[in-house]
Every structure is written in structure tokens, then in C-alpha cells.
């Protein structure tokens, strides 16, 4: 659990993106691409999930990447080499089915490009044809993209200020890659990791060509085991649980209004507490 590696991936303003290597031998032997963790900064501190974005079997060690929003990523990211979380367990989640589709479009948003890099990975190595879309607010909050350019058979870029690649969201390179009718016939999957309104969009786009659509889902989870309840996603009209049933699901039979509403619930108490602690 002993901090190995910290880098500042991306920072914009007060915003940073952190990428951490972790001491967990056991974590890292277990993991698939699309599983995650449930980690602990200090004692008295609440448990976040965080995606296994990388691991390396050789030197024990896993890779998480986040962005400091609330009160615990930004206790996380004033962690340094040599320090150790309070408490980390894992791998949780089901891992990503990882087939040979064909051809695949993976579309990560902000810090979700961080998401799709293991399943972008895993994908490959099964021979798929990957076309990655990453998609960002601005050219410095763009994370991870040599390392998924090398692994990508066609790659596009957007930011919403026109900074770097094409001026735009994600969304509008997606309706022109479908919209090209030989194109749209070829493509088996589309995965997609960010925020909620990106993904439902895509949801939106792609069950209008009839193509599978995963999505990663960041419910608000505690203790991440099915006991809670508080991860609870409405798919198909059934309730599963986030942590054991997902984080992924068929993004055309997600309840996105609900998703929505119940991932704002802790929003203002978030401030609060970040007002109170003056981080
Ligand atoms: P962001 O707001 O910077 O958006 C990233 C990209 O998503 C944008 O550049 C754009 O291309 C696309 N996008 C955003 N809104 C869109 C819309 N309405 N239609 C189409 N495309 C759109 O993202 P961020 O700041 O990295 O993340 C914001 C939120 O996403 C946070 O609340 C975070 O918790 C959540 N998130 C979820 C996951 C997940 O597992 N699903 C992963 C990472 C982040
Ligand atoms: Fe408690 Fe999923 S986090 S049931």
C-alpha cells in the first residue's frame, strides 16, 4: 500500500490529474482491465473507487490515475513517494468481456481517458481494430495520449476550447465516424468512459445504429461489497449494484436521469466539508 511513483499528469488552474503507483502485489497478480479499487487515505476517512488504470506484475505495483475533486482525492494527491494508504482493497468489479470484436470505438472523456486505456489494451492484444476519441476541456487537461495513440489503429482528438485537435466534444467525431454508412456497418462495440452527460449522449448517438455500447459507471459506492445499497443503478428497469454488478452496463438500457440525480446527491456536502477542512 506504500506510494512507489507520483506524477502530476495534467493540471489546469486548480485542477490536477495525479497518477500514482502503489505497492500492492496481490492486487496486481488478480487484476483485469476494467476492475477497480476501493481505497482509504486515512483512518477516519471515506472509501473512493478508483479504476485499475495499469499494473506491473514484475514490481508489484498498480496504477491509479484521478483528479482532485473532493475532499479525499485531494488528501490522495497530497500523498507522496514513500507514504501509505490507510486501507486498499481490490480487485473489485467485474472485469471488461474482453472478445474479438473486430472493430472497436472507444471514447474516453477528462479523466475517463484514464478508464478506457486498460480495456483500449486488452482489446488490442485480442486483435482488435481500435479507433480511440479522448476528449477534454483543454489541451493541458489532456492525459494519456501517447500511450493510447501507440495502441490505436485510428485516433482523434477534441477539446471543448479548441486547443488542441479539433474544436469539440467527443460526440461530434462519433456521429461523423457512424454517420459514413460503410463505416458505421463495421463497428462491433463502443465503450465509453467519462462524464455522465458524454456518455448518455453517446448512448443516444449509438442505439441509433444499433451498436453495442458499454459504459464504466461512477456511482457513489461505499463499501463497494453489494451491502450498502448506495451504488445502485436502475438498468432495464431492474436495480443492480454498481460495484458487484457493474461498473459496466449496456449504455442503451441505462436509467441516465436517475444516474444523474443520485450522483449529485453528496455534491453540496462535498463543498461543505472541502470549506471546512480549507482544502
Ligand atoms: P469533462 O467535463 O472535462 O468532460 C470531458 C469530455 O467529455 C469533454 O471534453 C467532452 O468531449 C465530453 N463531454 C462533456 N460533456 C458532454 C456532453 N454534454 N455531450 C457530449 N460530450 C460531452 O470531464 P471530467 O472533468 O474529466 O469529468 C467530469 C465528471 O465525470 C466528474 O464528475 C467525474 O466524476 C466523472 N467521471 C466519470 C467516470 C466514469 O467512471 N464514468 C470517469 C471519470 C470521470
Ligand atoms: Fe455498497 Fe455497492 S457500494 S452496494
Known amino acids: 500500500m506504500k506510494i512507489l511513483h507520483k506524477e502530476i499528469l495534467a493540471r489546469s488552474n486548480n485542477l490536477y490529474i495525479i497518477r500514482l503507483e502503489i505497492i500492492a502485489p496481490e492486487i496486481s497478480r488478480k487484476a483485469k482491465a476494467g476492475q477497480f479499487v476501493v481505497l482509504m487515505v486515512n483512518e477516519k476517512g471515506e472509501r473512493i473507487p478508483l479504476t485499475i488504470v495499469d499494473k506491473d506484475i514484475e514490481n508489484a505495483t498498480i496504477t491509479l490515475i484521478f483528479q482532485e475533486a473532493g475532499l479525499t482525492t485531494k488528501l490522495l494527491g497530497r500523498l507522496n513517494p514513500g507514504d501509505s494508504l490507510y486501507a486498499l482493497v481490490g480487485p473489485l468489479g467485474n472485469p471488461t468481456e474482453i472478445e474479438r470484436y473486430g472493430r472497436v470505438i472507444l471514447v474516453g472523456g477528462g479523466v475517463g481517458i ?129 460495484c458487484i454488478d457493474g461498473p459496466e452496463f449496456d449504455a442503451h438500457l441505462v436509467d441516465w436521469e436517475e444516474l444523474k440525480k443520485r450522483n449529485r446527491i453528496y455534491q453540496d456536502k462535498e463543498k461543505h466539508i472541502c470549506n471546512l477542512y480549507r482544502i
Open 114 to 242: 484514464a478508464e478506457i486505456y486498460p480495456v483500449a489494451k486488452a482489446l488490442k492484444e485480442k486483435e482488435n481494430q481500435i479507433t480511440t476519441i479522448l476528449g477534454a476541456r483543454t489541451k493541458d487537461l489532456l492525459i494519456l495520449e501517447e500511450k493510447l495513440k501507440k495502441i490505436s489503429d485510428e485516433f482523434y482528438i477534441t477539446t471543448d476550447d479548441g486547443t488542441y485537435g479539433r474544436k469539440g466534444f467527443v460526440t461530434d467525431i462519433l456521429e461523423e465516424l457512424l454517420s459514413s454508412k460503410i463505416k458505421a456497418m463495421g463497428y462491433k462495440l463502443v465503450y465509453a468512459v467519462g462524464p455522465i452527460p458524454m456518455m448518455r449522449r453517446i448512448s443516444e448517438i449509438t442505439s441509433s445504429y444499433n451498436i453495442k455500447t458499454i459504459v464504466s459507471l461512477n456511482a457513489v459506492m461505499v463499501d463497494a461489497t453489494g451491502m450498502c445499497g448506495c451504488c445502485r443503478v436502475t438498468v432495464a428497469g431492474k436495480t443492480y449494484f454498481s
